[in-house]
Protein backbone atom coordinates (compact mmCIF):
# COMPACT_ATOMS: atom_id res chain seq x y z
CA UNK A 1 0.00 0.00 0.00
CA UNK A 2 2.86 2.26 0.65
CA UNK A 3 4.30 1.76 -2.94
CA UNK A 4 0.76 2.48 -4.37
CA UNK A 5 0.76 5.65 -2.29
CA UNK A 6 4.41 7.07 -3.63
CA UNK A 7 3.33 5.99 -7.01
CA UNK A 8 0.05 7.84 -6.71
CA UNK A 9 2.09 10.92 -5.40
CA UNK A 10 4.51 10.64 -7.99
CA UNK A 11 1.93 10.43 -10.70
CA UNK A 12 0.31 13.72 -9.48
CA UNK A 13 3.89 15.68 -9.55
CA UNK A 14 4.33 14.09 -13.09
CA UNK A 15 1.01 15.59 -13.96
CA UNK A 16 1.78 18.92 -12.26
CA UNK A 17 4.88 18.79 -13.62
CA UNK A 18 3.03 18.47 -17.31
CA UNK A 19 0.58 21.17 -16.22
CA UNK A 20 3.68 23.11 -15.63
CA UNK A 21 5.44 22.89 -18.72
CA UNK A 22 2.26 22.70 -20.94
CA UNK A 23 1.16 26.26 -19.25
CA UNK A 24 4.58 27.83 -19.87
CA UNK A 25 4.63 26.25 -23.44
CA UNK A 26 0.94 27.97 -24.19
CA UNK A 27 2.23 31.02 -22.67
CA UNK A 28 5.41 31.44 -24.69
CA UNK A 29 3.50 31.11 -28.19
CA UNK A 30 1.04 32.89 -27.06
CA UNK A 31 3.66 35.75 -26.00
CA UNK A 32 5.52 35.14 -29.63
CA UNK A 33 2.57 35.49 -31.67
CA UNK A 34 1.63 38.68 -30.31
CA UNK A 35 5.16 40.09 -31.06
CA UNK A 36 4.61 38.63 -34.44
CA UNK A 37 1.63 40.04 -35.04
CA UNK A 38 2.79 43.66 -33.87
CA UNK A 39 5.64 43.36 -36.32
CA UNK A 40 3.23 42.81 -39.14
CA UNK A 41 1.05 45.32 -37.82
CA UNK A 42 4.18 47.88 -37.56
CA UNK A 43 5.67 47.05 -40.88
CA UNK A 44 2.07 46.80 -42.57
CA UNK A 45 2.15 50.98 -41.27
CA UNK A 46 5.12 51.29 -42.36
CA UNK A 47 4.23 50.65 -46.00
CA UNK A 48 1.20 52.84 -45.50
CA UNK A 49 3.17 55.83 -44.38
CA UNK A 50 5.78 54.82 -47.40
CA UNK A 51 3.45 55.20 -49.66
CA UNK A 52 1.47 58.34 -48.53
CA UNK A 53 5.04 60.08 -48.59
CA UNK A 54 5.92 58.56 -52.01
CA UNK A 55 5.98 61.62 -53.94
CA UNK A 56 8.11 63.29 -51.50
CA UNK A 57 10.41 60.44 -51.32
CA UNK A 58 11.23 60.47 -55.10
CA UNK A 59 11.54 64.87 -55.04
CA UNK A 60 14.16 64.33 -52.03
CA UNK A 61 15.75 61.23 -54.35
CA UNK A 62 16.48 63.35 -57.47
CA UNK A 63 17.89 66.00 -55.41
CA UNK A 64 19.74 63.53 -53.27
CA UNK A 65 22.36 62.61 -56.33
CA UNK A 66 23.24 66.10 -56.49
CA UNK A 67 23.74 66.66 -53.12
CA UNK A 68 25.90 63.50 -52.45
CA UNK A 69 28.16 64.97 -54.99
CA UNK A 70 28.53 68.49 -53.63
CA UNK A 71 28.75 66.98 -50.02
CA UNK A 72 31.37 64.98 -51.64
CA UNK A 73 32.95 68.14 -53.05
CA UNK A 74 32.83 70.14 -49.57
CA UNK A 75 34.75 67.16 -47.65
CA UNK A 76 37.75 67.40 -49.89
CA UNK A 77 37.59 71.13 -49.68
CA UNK A 78 37.50 70.53 -45.87
CA UNK A 79 40.28 68.31 -46.00
CA UNK A 80 42.33 70.60 -47.52
CA UNK A 81 42.12 73.12 -44.85
CA UNK A 82 43.83 73.09 -41.08
CA UNK A 83 41.82 70.79 -38.76
CA UNK A 84 39.70 73.50 -37.46
CA UNK A 85 37.04 71.79 -39.74
CA UNK A 86 38.02 68.23 -38.60
CA UNK A 87 34.89 68.32 -36.76
CA UNK A 88 32.80 69.89 -39.55
CA UNK A 89 34.06 67.03 -42.10
CA UNK A 90 33.23 64.23 -39.72
CA UNK A 91 29.26 65.53 -39.69
CA UNK A 92 29.66 66.16 -43.66
CA UNK A 93 30.64 62.04 -43.56
CA UNK A 94 27.67 60.76 -41.32
CA UNK A 95 25.26 63.04 -43.47
CA UNK A 96 26.28 61.73 -46.79
CA UNK A 97 25.94 58.13 -45.78
CA UNK A 98 22.34 58.93 -44.55
CA UNK A 99 21.34 60.20 -48.02
CA UNK A 100 23.70 57.30 -49.42
CA UNK A 101 21.38 55.11 -47.19
CA UNK A 102 18.26 56.66 -48.22
CA UNK A 103 18.75 56.18 -51.75
CA UNK A 104 19.10 52.85 -51.17
CA UNK A 105 16.22 52.47 -49.92
CA UNK A 106 14.18 54.29 -52.37
CA UNK A 107 16.03 52.44 -55.09
CA UNK A 108 14.79 49.24 -53.02
CA UNK A 109 10.89 50.48 -52.51
CA UNK A 110 10.83 51.40 -56.42
CA UNK A 111 12.60 47.54 -57.49
CA UNK A 112 9.36 45.91 -54.97
CA UNK A 113 6.76 48.69 -56.53
CA UNK A 114 7.78 47.44 -59.95
CA UNK A 115 8.09 43.76 -58.66
CA UNK A 116 4.50 43.89 -57.55
CA UNK A 117 3.46 45.76 -60.83
CA UNK A 118 4.44 42.85 -62.58
CA UNK A 119 2.64 40.41 -60.28
CA UNK A 120 -0.34 42.12 -60.64
CA UNK A 121 -0.29 42.54 -64.58
CA UNK A 122 0.67 38.83 -64.77
CA UNK A 123 -2.58 37.62 -62.86
CA UNK A 124 -5.41 36.76 -64.71
CA UNK A 125 -8.01 38.20 -62.29
CA UNK A 126 -9.12 41.78 -63.39
CA UNK A 127 -9.07 42.32 -59.80
CA UNK A 128 -5.49 42.55 -59.39
CA UNK A 129 -4.81 44.77 -61.93
CA UNK A 130 -7.56 47.21 -60.83
CA UNK A 131 -5.99 46.97 -57.22
CA UNK A 132 -2.38 47.75 -58.55
CA UNK A 133 -3.66 50.69 -61.37
CA UNK A 134 -5.81 52.06 -57.74
CA UNK A 135 -2.36 51.77 -55.65
CA UNK A 136 -0.55 53.80 -58.44
CA UNK A 137 -3.64 56.25 -58.48
CA UNK A 138 -3.61 57.03 -54.80
CA UNK A 139 -0.11 57.18 -53.86
CA UNK A 140 2.23 56.78 -57.25
CA UNK A 141 1.21 59.09 -59.49
CA UNK A 142 3.06 62.36 -60.13
CA UNK A 143 -0.42 64.24 -59.85
CA UNK A 144 -2.13 63.34 -56.98
CA UNK A 145 -5.90 62.07 -57.22
CA UNK A 146 -8.36 61.91 -54.23
CA UNK A 147 -10.48 58.62 -52.98
CA UNK A 148 -13.25 60.10 -54.54
CA UNK A 149 -12.26 60.62 -57.72
CA UNK A 150 -10.87 57.36 -58.21
CA UNK A 151 -13.84 55.82 -57.11
CA UNK A 152 -15.60 57.46 -59.74
CA UNK A 153 -13.10 56.83 -62.52
CA UNK A 154 -13.06 52.69 -61.57
CA UNK A 155 -16.83 52.71 -61.28
CA UNK A 156 -16.63 50.37 -57.47
CA UNK A 157 -18.08 51.19 -54.35
CA UNK A 158 -16.49 53.22 -51.45
CA UNK A 159 -15.95 49.94 -49.77
CA UNK A 160 -14.19 48.16 -52.30
CA UNK A 161 -11.64 50.96 -53.17
CA UNK A 162 -10.54 50.96 -49.87
CA UNK A 163 -10.95 46.98 -49.78
CA UNK A 164 -8.15 47.32 -53.05
CA UNK A 165 -5.77 49.59 -51.27
CA UNK A 166 -5.56 47.70 -47.93
CA UNK A 167 -5.23 44.07 -49.91
CA UNK A 168 -2.56 45.96 -52.03
CA UNK A 169 -0.57 47.12 -48.84
CA UNK A 170 -0.77 44.01 -47.24
CA UNK A 171 0.52 42.14 -49.96
CA UNK A 172 2.85 45.13 -50.72
CA UNK A 173 4.22 44.59 -47.09
CA UNK A 174 6.22 41.93 -47.43
CA UNK A 175 7.80 42.33 -50.76
CA UNK A 176 9.36 45.80 -48.81
CA UNK A 177 9.64 44.74 -45.53
CA UNK A 178 10.24 40.55 -46.14
CA UNK A 179 8.28 38.23 -43.99
Do not use: W
Amino acid sequence: MIDIALKADSADDIIKEAIRLGTESAIFLIQKNQNTNKSRKTAYRNTKLLLKNYRNFISVSNELKNDIALSKDKIQYYSMLCDFFENSEYKLRENIRTKERTGIFISHINAMLKTYKLICMASKEKAYVTKYNILYDMYLSPQKISAKQLIKKYEISERSFYYFIESAIKELTPLIFGI
